[in-house]
DNA sequence: GATGAATGAGCGTTCATTCAT
DNA sequence: GATGAATGAACGCTCATTCAT
C-alpha cells in the first residue's frame, strides 16, 4: 500500500534523526549523563515519542553503535574492493578507515570512552555485535592477507594474526589521533602504517 | 613513635584492601552502577568508612586505576631493564606486558570498558594522568628503539610512530585476549608480536 | 489558546496548594526537619513533581515565606488606605495586621522561629527580600506618621524611628499572642498598642 | 575532700569553654551546619570527650542558649535594681539591655536566627525554658512599672501590657541594631525609647 | 499517534554517637 | 579518663518510563 510506503518512510527518516541527534549527544558525556529529555529536545520529538522508535534508552544507544559502526566498516571494505590489486587494497584499506576517523571522530569517542556501559542484557547483546563487527572485519582482512600469502607475496604466517595486528595498527593511530588532535589528518600515517605492516622495523643488511 | 607507626601501616592496609575490592567490582560493571554501599559491604567496611580512605567515589576510582596503571608500566620496565641485549630488551617488554595482562585482566577490563567516565574535574585529572603514565611507558620503549637505530639494528624510522606501533600492538593483543578469553595464555602471542614488529609481513625475496 | 490557559491554571493552583501544605509543615518544625517527601505525601504529589513547580527544597520555602509576606503587608496598606483620617487609618494599620496574624499564625511562627535558616545564596537572598518588604511596610506607616506630623496632630520626633516602634508594637503583640495563645483575638490588644503608642505610659497632670 | 573540688572546679572551667567556643559557632551558622567535630576541634577536645560534659548536641545547644540567656536578663536586673529612683530604673533598664546586646550580638543572633531547632523534647523544653526566661524578666518589669502606678507617676494600665510593650520595644530596637549594623551604638536610641515609652507620639496641646 | 506531566526508586554523602584501645 | 575511627541511618535530587489527555 503506498499510504503505510510514505509511513514507514517517514518512520525511518525520524528514526534516522534521532539516531544521528543522539550521536552527536552520547559522544560529547558519559551515557549516564545523556538524558533522554536532552535526546528528546534536540531531535525535535517527544520524550513519548522516543519511545516509539527505540524501547528505551539502552535500546536506543545500542541501536545507534551497532548501526553506525556496522556502516563503517562497510564503508571501508567497499573502496577497499575497488582497489586493484592487493598492495593498493591494503593501502586502500588504511586509509579508507583513517578517513572515517578523520570525519566521525566524535562517534569514535564513543569506543574510547567506554564500549561496555552497563551488565545489562542489552548492552550484552550490544558487546556481542560490536565484537561480531569488529570480527567480521577483521576476516575481510584476513582473506585479503591470504591472497597476498597464496600469491607469495606475503610471507607465510598466520593470517588471523597477521589481520588483527594490520587492523589494530589502524586503530591505535585513530585513537592516537583521537586523544592527541593535531592539525595533521590521521591519514598522513597511512604511509608509515603501511612500511612497518610489510617490513617491520628490523634493518635487513 | 611506634603506635602511629602501627596505625599508619594498619591504615594502608585497609586502604589497599579497599582498593583491591574496588578494582574488581568497578571491572565487572560500568562505573555508575557501582555503589559506594557494594563496595563498603564486599570490602568489609561501612560506607562512612570508605570516605575516612577516599574523597568520594570519583576518588576512590581514579586513586585506584592511577597507582595500579603506574604500578603496571613500572613492572614492566623493570623486567625490561634486566634484560641483556636490545633484541632481549624488546621481547621482554612485550612478554612482561603479555604477564602482566594475564595476571590482571579484571583491572584491564576497565580501559576496555572505557577510561573516561564522566568530565568531572577529578576524571578529567584522571585522564590526564592516564595519557601521562602512557606517553612515559612510550617514551621508554622509544629510547629503547633508538638505540636499535643507533646501533644500526633497526631501519631509520620514526622512532615515537615505533614505538606506538610497538606499544599498540601488544595492547592490541592484549585486549584481544581479554575480550576473547582462551585457555592459551596471552604470552602465546608474544613471538608473533616480536616477529611482525620486526620483519613485518612482506616476503623478502 | 484555551488549552494552554487552563493548564496554566491549573498548574498555579498546585503550586498553591504545594505552597500551602509546605507552609503549614514549615511552620511545625524547622527547616531541616522537613523532608521533601514529607511535604510531597501531604500535599498529594510525589517528589519528583515537587521540583516541576519549585527547584529545589530551598527555592520551595524561601518561595513560601516571600510571597506570603509580601501579600500579608499588601493586604494591611490596603485596608489603611481605605480609612478617613489618620487616627482612623493608624488604628486599621494595627488592627489589619492582628488581623492577618489572628488568621495565619502558622505562617508568622516560621519568623518567630527564625527567618534565616542557612547561609546560602537563595537563603541570603530571601533575607534580603524580607528586610525590604519590612522596610517598604515601615516606610508606608513613616509617610502616614509624617502627615501626622505635618499637620499638627503627632510630636515633632524622628518619624523613622516612630515608624519602627509602631511597626514593633504591633509585632511584638503578634509574637506575644502566638507563643501563648489564648481564646481571646490578638485584635483585642489594638486600643492598648494605639493608646500606649499616641499617648505613652506617663501620666500628664 | 580537696582533691575532688579541684575535679570538680576544672570540670567546671572546661564546660564553660566548651559553651563559649560553641557559642561562637553556633552564631555564625544554623545549627544543622555546626558539626561536632567542629565544636570539639575549636575548643581543643575530641568528639568523644564532648559528651562527658554533655548529653548530646541538643543539650550542648539549649544548655548554652539558656544559661546566657538567664545571665543576661541577670545582668539587665541586677543594674536596674542599683538604680536610685523609677525614673532611673526604667532608663537602667532600656540602657543595661542595650549595652549586653551591643556586646554580645553573635549570641542574640541566634535568637533572630530561630529560637527553636528541631521539635525534639530537649528543644521543646529549650523553647519553655526561653520563655520562661522572658516572662520573668517581664514579671520584673511589671513590678517595677506597678510601683510607677501607685505611686501616681504612670497612667493606670494594663501593668503587664505595659511592660511588654516596654520590653519589646527595647527587643525590636535590638533586632534592628543587629540586621542594619551601624557603627552607632545601639544605646543612642534609649533616650527615644524611653521618651516614646512614656510619652507616646501624640502632641498634647 | 503524540505529548509531557507525574512517578518513585535509587545513590552519594554527612555526621551524631559509640566504644575499643 | 580520653581518644577518634567506625558506624549507618537519613535525605535531596535525578531521570527513565508510563499513561491520561
Known sequence: MVRSERKEREFNMRRAAILETAERIFAAKSYHDVTMAEIANASGFSTGSLYQFFKGKENLYTTMVSEKLDF?????????????????????????????????????????KGEKVTSSDAMSSLHEKILNSYYNHITFIENLLENGIKSGMLRNMPSRDMAEALFYLIRASSVKWMLMPTTESPRSKRGFILDIFLNGVKKND
Do not use: G, P, W, Y
Not at 571494505?77 to 578517513?99: V, W
Open 72 to 112: 563503517m566498516f562497510a564503508e571501508v571494505r567497499k573502496s577497499t574492493e575497488q582497489a586493484k590489486d592487493l598492495l593498493r587494497k591494503i593501502e586502500t584499506l588504511i586509509d579508507a578507515h583513517l578517513q572515517f576517523v578523520e570525519r566521525n571522530a566524535d562517534f569514535l569517542m564513543l569506543f574510547i
